[in-house]
């Protein structure tokens, strides 16, 4: 039997949640899939199972769509160079239509320079048909092709309306200048320019929206980046260079200090400190010695080793969590849009409004009958044109996340700006996002006989040679409080212990509770101290002489300066506020109550960080996450809304919907409030819109002339479908100039 495994192919074509829907169903019909979760932000499909690949890719294609199979970096890299073709593509598209359709508006409409449509001018309009045509082709092909798709599957969408607008548009016109006589003289009007300037604002929202929503694959990119292609191989004795792939099971690897572990395995020989802040999120190297556990692409900060790999390939850590943000990402809930669930309801309405218009004015309307049905249906599908209603989100998400911008807070996607309106629960790290990330000296504790500053100048001196946190903290400290380093000689380094060197002849000695054991201290005297350190989190080192110890510093990583507050502002507006740290529950006990946070989860590894945040979805809990690690991606791309801390790493910011430059947490109340605001206005916009058509369309389709003898006239109907589209656009804007606190 075929061992299932997961496949990822690249989509081309889809346009809205109903394109979604489509690519699921048609996979998920392919023998052998056991799932299929489509992603529309990353334009990709993960496939479960033990399908055909050429079956899978046949499917998609007969669904209307494009796909190819993606295998490794290569298929990433290609598929962020053809996005970036196609946003440049949809900026040529907007700049094409938009220039020829405001030359014809400014010059007919507004200038009247253009001559008419009898005589010689005839020729001049038919060749701007033609000309309209070319364009509409080059710059709407797409909506066109979308369109007749949707309709071979009997279903229709935004592309099928903007297909109908802009096609009714252009062919009515194109009537009127070839059978001008066949019309009332108040429908002589052309609207090629309505058509052009309707394709021209859908582009240059997609185009927007796809800037927005930035490049998803920039989270994996930057995991696989983790992970070096080679990899310094014992064989036979000798030391040779490999590709990763070439590397088997069982193999001796040397790890040089500086260099990323390359997989999975475990110390042979030597001993190190290993920065794992990438599983953890936390700060302080872990020392690991002959018989201890690496993890690929987690740090050597000191030291050579080697090691005997356990786990190659998709079996090692980094692969599951690649493939855990990949899943994450899929499984996102797609937010189906309002405009297409609109759509879906009034394209056929509308279709079925204008046939029966034309159908009642050619039997019971004045003559000439086959001029006023065709004026009278042909204007119903002009003003029911959607740019209003397409413009409705992308508008007012663009407006929001430029508000969002000038507050500091870069939002990915419109979907995390629509979601996180209706948050009820924030999830945030501890390390680096509730905390500053790096420890500190928090107390000084010196024997009776020294000063603070006289131990402090010691232990900084003693650390000149050492890039450990804990060194880097001491000579923070020293060197905020203005002291000079000291003289030493003799240094040496006992990994696991601390150091020891000599200053004016006196050794001293600076490190845990086991280097002062292993001098045969006396600790009693400390203890009392000791335990206060504990309960306050902080980190004991010791500074002694060969005869007794003579301080104890306390070191740990403080909050930061806003996370009270913020954390606060947040519990104010109804929001369940919920603590995760990889940290000892000790410690992360003490920062929550310092907080006032009151569920706090600690020990965490990005596995079970991610099961939390499934469980508070399980509860129906929607659900923000906020972090600044690797260990974080997985959780991040799970929640309804993941938020980045600025300052954090490049795979946390790539992995979330939301990134807080700087790293201050005031921002999740702004980016909540902005949140609410946009969705606001979304609805605002919908909803006029909407009404829009409902009183325009029967009064298009002539429900007014039996009583007052006045039928719309196309060229009003153009107008007021123009208004509506700057109604749109004026209410958006109205969120730059939201108060926010």
């Known amino acids: 039997m075929t061992t299932p495994a997961n496949l990822r192919l690249s989509i081309a074509g889809m346009m809205c949640a109903g394109c979604v829907k489509a690519v699921e169903t048609a996979l998920s019909s392919v023998s052998g899939v056991e799932q299929a979760m489509v992603n529309l932000a990353e334009r990709t499909a993960l496939v479960k199972g033990c399908p055909n690949e050429s079956e899978l890719v046949q499917a998609v294609r007969k669904a209307g769509f494009d796909a190819a199979i993606m295998r490794g970096r290569q298929a990433d890299t290609e598929k962020e160079a053809f ?3 196609q946003y440049k593509q949809l900026w040529q598209r907007t700049g094409v239509a938009g220039l020829a359709g405001g030359f014809l508006f400014i010059a007919d409409m507004l200038l009247g320079i253009l001559p008419s449509m009898h005589g010689s001018g005839h020729w001049f309009w038919l060749g701007v048909s033609l000309v309209t045509l070319a364009i509409m082709v080059y710059s709407g092909g797409h909506f066109f092709k979308g369109a007749w798709q949707q309709l071979k599957h009997r279903s229709s969408n935004m592309d099928t309306l903007i297909a109908l607008g802009t096609g009714t548009a252009w062919l009515y016109s194109t009537l009127v200048v070839l059978f001008p006589a066949q019309f009332p003289s108040l429908a002589h009007h052309a609207y090629f320019e309505s058509a052009l300037v309707i394709i021209a604002f859908i582009n240059f929202g997609h185009a927007l929206e796809m800037r927005a929503r930035g490049q998803t694959t920039q989270a994996i990119k930057s995991l696989m980046n983790l992970q070096p292609p080679m990899a310094l191989t014992i064989r036979n004795g000798v030391e040779i260079e490999l590709p990763l792939e070439e590397v088997g099971l069982q193999e001796t690897l040397r790890v040089r200090a500086g260099e990323r572990i390359p997989l999975d395995g475990s110390v042979l020989e030597g001993e190190t400190y290993v920065d794992e802040s990438m599983l953890t999120g936390e700060p302080l190297p872990v020392h690991k010695q002959t018989g201890d556990t690496v993890t690929g692409g987690t740090m050597n900060s000191s030291g050579t080793f080697l090691m005997k790999v356990s786990h ?6 980094l692969a599951q969590i690649i493939e855990r943000v990949r899943e994450a990402q899929s499984s996102k809930p797609a937010i189906a849009q309002l405009a297409d669930k609109i759509a879906s309801v009034f394209v056929p309405l509308v279709v079925s409004i204008a046939l029966l218009t034309f159908v009642l004015w050619y039997w019971l ?15 119903v599908i002009v003003i029911a044109c959607p740019c209003a209603l397409g413009l409705a989100t992308p508008i007012a998400i663009i407006a929001g996340v430029g508000k969002a911008a000038q507050h500091g807070i870069l939002i990915r996607n419109g979907d995390a700006l629509q979601q996180a309106a209706s948050l009820d629960t924030i999830v945030l790290d501890k390390t680096g996002t509730l905390t500053q990330g790096k420890p500190q000296v928090q107390s000084i504790l010196p024997a009776s006989s020294y000063d603070a500053n006289t131990v402090l100048q010691l232990a900084a001196s003693l650390e000149q040679g ?3 946190p804990l060194a880097q903290a001491l000579r923070s400290s020293a060197h905020q409080a203005g002291l000079n380093d000291l003289t030493i000689t003799d240094f040496h380094n006992s990994s696991g212990y601390g150091v020891h060197a000599k200053y004016q002849q006196q050794t001293y000695y600076l490190g845990n509770v086991r280097l002062m054991e292993a001098q045969h201290l006396s600790l009693t005297e400390w203890q009392s101290a000791l335990q206060n350190l504990e309960q306050q989190a902080q980190t004991p080192v010791f500074l002694a002489t060969q005869q007794q110890i003579i301080a104890l510093f306390g070191l740990a990583d ?3 300066l806003d996370a009270k507050t913020s954390i606060a502002a947040l519990q104010d507006q109804g929001l369940n506020v919920i603590m995760l740290s990889g940290d000892r529950q000790a410690v992360a006990n003490q920062v929550a109550q310092q ?14 960080k991610l099961q939390t945040i499934e469980k508070l979805q399980q509860q129906r809990h929607k659900v923000a996450m906020v972090g600044d690690g690797i260990n974080d991606a997985p959780a991040l791309a799970r929640a309804n809304v993941g938020l980045a801390i600025g300052a954090g790493t490049d795979v946390a910011i790539a992995a979330a919907d939301v990134t807080l430059i700087g790293g201050s947490l005031q921002g999740i109340a702004r980016a909540i409030t902005i949140s609410k605001a946009t969705v606001r206005t979304i609805h605002q916009n919908l909803f006029g819109a909407f009404i829009y058509n409902i009183i325009a369309i029967p009064v298009a389709a002539g429900v007014l002339y039996p009583f007052t003898g006045v039928l719309l006239n196309p ?3 153009g107008a007021v479908m123009a208004l509506s589209s700057v109604t749109v656009v004026a209410n958006a804007n109205r969120l730059t100039r939201l108060k926010l606190a």
């Open 83 to 85: 996005e970036r073709a």
């Open 312 to 317: 190659i390939g998709a079996d090692t850590v």
């Open 365 to 379: 309307g004045s003559d000439p009958k086959l001029g006023y049905a065709l004026v009278a249906s042909m204007t």
């Open 466 to 468: 050492s890039d450990h």
């Open 558 to 560: 403080p909050p930061k």
């Open 595 to 608: 907080l006032g946070i009151k569920t706090v989860y600690a020990d965490m590894l990005p596995e079970t």
């Open 715 to 717: 060229m009003i109907a």
